[in-house]
């Protein structure tokens, strides 16, 4: 009956619409499937609450238009914005305001195209949305000048003269301390005018990647016949039959080839422009141009990669044990992805992943685990796959808001583990926000990675303490270790190759298919052992470099790299009861960007400039490959494996 009184309905749907999500799908035997569902029709407790940015679309408009008009006011109040503090702090405090209204808007526009990408509505008010940050951002190119022009003398009289310009004291002291390398007024507006193209060649790339690129047919051993986009790609490259994951790989790869002239434009394009940028701003190079501004030194980045070559012996040793356990004769690249362990038939209602979570994350505290029940409980996740929906997960903070977090969970143990990802993300985020002022609430890219990677940390180890089931805990450390492979051996090799690639551009030489083939090939038989016969990779894995979205992105991979070093570091102190440990790795949390992101690391007793805490990271892959090799040799005596 339509719009039935409460009275009306039997006393156990009266129960069960009481119960929050988690509580009602504890009901539930199997995890539900939205996955062909549209939007609308997925059940608003499995949904974000993204009208806590705005009630309708309607208030975002209005709110896009206040801001348009703050943007236009900043002429006004530029005009002799540094002859005092009152004026400083006027002008600083619009350009907050405007910032931080604008990621909101960003951040609604953003998350309801990712749950409904077919709706264009949403793409449009994105399209606004970023049209108009680069607009303010080339109004805003005076800025760094004229605080440079002000000195920071003058700026430390300013300070004691009006308090309310200190949450803006470590944005001004790093303009100044960027003195070499910022343009004059005129330049630097021109300068900042890039921003409407420097996206191109990663955009075409993605474009090329994921939507455009003509895709091949491949064959599996059943008949089956499948298309081989982005999707079929990642899911077959772990199929049980090796000839099928072979078939798959090598298809796609020689497909990709025949692009190969094309991405390599498109790769040159974007690391000339790196280098142009550093050129124009007196950098000696790359490295040194995007590590300058978060004060990182290039000796850490070196560090990275030099550690990492001295335990490639331990990345070797768990691929022969993978091999062992697939009974293979030889291993290959494309046997990489492939679990080891046979099909463990465990998941995990969303329910039940929480509760696991929580137990894990337990060792950080009531403080921690405070928000965490509210991510759960005041739906700050989007839980479930449906029709239009992105694939993949991801968490963005908004200030003064909640984090939002994009799940699209299916119940199995990667599933959890990614949503614990997320939530050290969301955590971040959360503590961050509280703690600090708008201007340093947000933290840099390079200790992005170091909460959500602890979460894992403590995940595994919850688990592998608490699991009697020795197959499923062999399980926990194959997939564990693999994705310490791809964040830490991998990434650090897609690192080495991006030092690679900027540094032939700065010698002048072009990026080219034939130069980046065998550069990219030469790197991946190095780290997998080709030549000692630990890993076989064979030549049409020279054109993986050509899917890898992140060479376009400035020296960004390596971050994953330090990021799970240095949460590693923090989180066994953690887990073995050090209440220091965990006050400090809480105090992480609460700097946001107040810090340089080496001085913050410092304060909690990880030092990266230092190998310690690389070593100690290795020597734990090296100590779980152990383990592992453990527990198989007990399985086998079983007959169990």
Not at 240 to 264: C, H, I, L, Y
Request: charged share 25%; glycine share 6%.
């Amino acid at each position: 009956m339509k719009n039935a009184p409460l009275a009306f309905l039997p006393l156990c749907v009266i129960l069960l619409l009481a119960l929050p999500a988690a509580a009602q799908e504890d009901k539930m035997d199997k995890i539900p499937d939205y996955s062909l569902k549209a939007r609308s029709e997925v059940p608003v407790e499995h949904t974000w609450k993204i009208e806590d940015l705005y009630v309708s679309e309607t208030d975002w408009q209005a709110e896009k238009e206040a801001v348009i008009g703050d943007i236009a006011a900043i002429d006004e109040a530029a005009r002799g914005w540094t002859n005092s503090a009152a004026a400083m702090k006027r002008l600083f405090d619009l350009v907050s305001s405007i910032q931080l209204r604008g990621t909101r808007l960003y951040s609604y526009a953003s998350h309801q195209s990712n749950t409904d990408m077919a709706n264009t509505r949403f793409q449009a008010m994105l399209g606004e949305i970023r049209t108009g940050f680069v607009q303010m951002s080339a109004k805003l190119s005076f800025m760094q000048p004229d605080i440079l022009a002000l000195g920071a003398e003058r700026f430390a009289a300013y300070l004691r003269q009006e308090p309310g310009l200190t949450p803006f004291r470590f944005g001004v002291e790093r303009i100044l301390r960027e003195r070499e390398h910022v343009l004059p007024g005129e330049q630097q507006r021109i300068a900042a005018l890039t921003g409407l193209f420097s996206g191109v060649p990663a955009d075409a790339s993605g474009m090329l990647n994921n939507v455009e690129l003509p895709r091949t047919e491949v064959t599996l051993a059943d008949g089956t016949r499948v298309l081989l986009d982005q999707a079929a790609y990642q899911r077959l490259r772990t199929a049980k039959n090796p000839g099928d994951r072979s078939r798959v790989m090598k298809s796609f790869w020689e497909n990709q080839k025949r692009f190969e002239n094309t991405f390599a434009i498109l790769q040159d394009g974007v690391v000339k422009a790196h280098w142009f940028d550093a050129q124009i701003r007196r950098h000696p190079d790359c490295l040194a141009a995007r590590l300058f501004s978060e004060d990182i030194s290039p000796e850490v980045y070196r560090q990275l990669i030099r550690q990492v070559h001295a335990f490639l012996p331990s990345l070797q040793r768990y691929l022969a044990l993978k091999q062992k356990m697939l009974g293979l004769p030889e291993f290959r690249y494309e046997d990489i992805y492939a679990s080891a362990v046979p099909a463990v038939d465990k998941t995990f209602t969303f329910a039940e992943a929480r509760r696991v979570i929580e137990a894990a994350l337990k060792p950080l505290g009531p403080d921690y685990a405070a928000p965490l029940r509210r991510a759960f409980d005041e739906r700050w996740m989007d839980i479930y796959p449906n029709k239009g929906k992105e694939s993949g997960a991801y968490s963005g903070g908004v200030y003064g808001v909640h984090p939002y977090i994009k799940l699209n969970y299916n119940g199995d143990f990667d599933a959890v583990s990614t949503t614990a990802h997320e939530l050290g993300h969301a955590m971040h985020s959360h503590f961050s926000d509280k703690t600090q002022p708008f201007p340093t609430a947000d933290y840099t890219t390079f200790v992005a990675e170091i909460a959500s990677t602890f979460n894992e940390h403590l995940l595994v180890r919850h688990l592998l303490k608490t699991e009697k089931d020795d197959l499923f805990k062999l399980y926990l450390l194959d997939s564990y270790l693999d994705g310490f492979r791809g964040t830490l051996f991998r990434q650090t090799l897609f690192a080495e190759f991006e030092l690679a690639m900027h540094r032939r551009v700065e010698a002048g030489q072009t990026l080219t298919a034939d130069w980046l083939n065998a550069a990219y090939l030469e790197l991946t038989r190095k780290y997998y052992g080709h030549e000692q016969g630990i890993c076989r990779v064979d030549d049409y894995i020279q054109s993986e470099w050509s899917g890898i979205p992140h060479f376009y992105m400035d020296y960004y991979v390596f971050q994953y790299s330090t990021g799970i070093i240095a949460s590693l570091a923090l989180s066994d102190s953690v887990a073995r009861g050090d209440r220091g440990a965990r006050d400090g790795y809480l105090e992480v949390l609460k700097a946001g960007g107040s810090d340089y992101p080496l001085n913050i690391l410092k304060k909690a007793g990880v030092d990266m400039a230092r190998p310690e805490p690389y070593v100690a990271a290795l020597k734990r892959f090296d100590s779980l490959v152990g383990e592992m090799e453990r527990l198989v040799a007990r399985l086998k005596k079983q007959k169990k494996f």
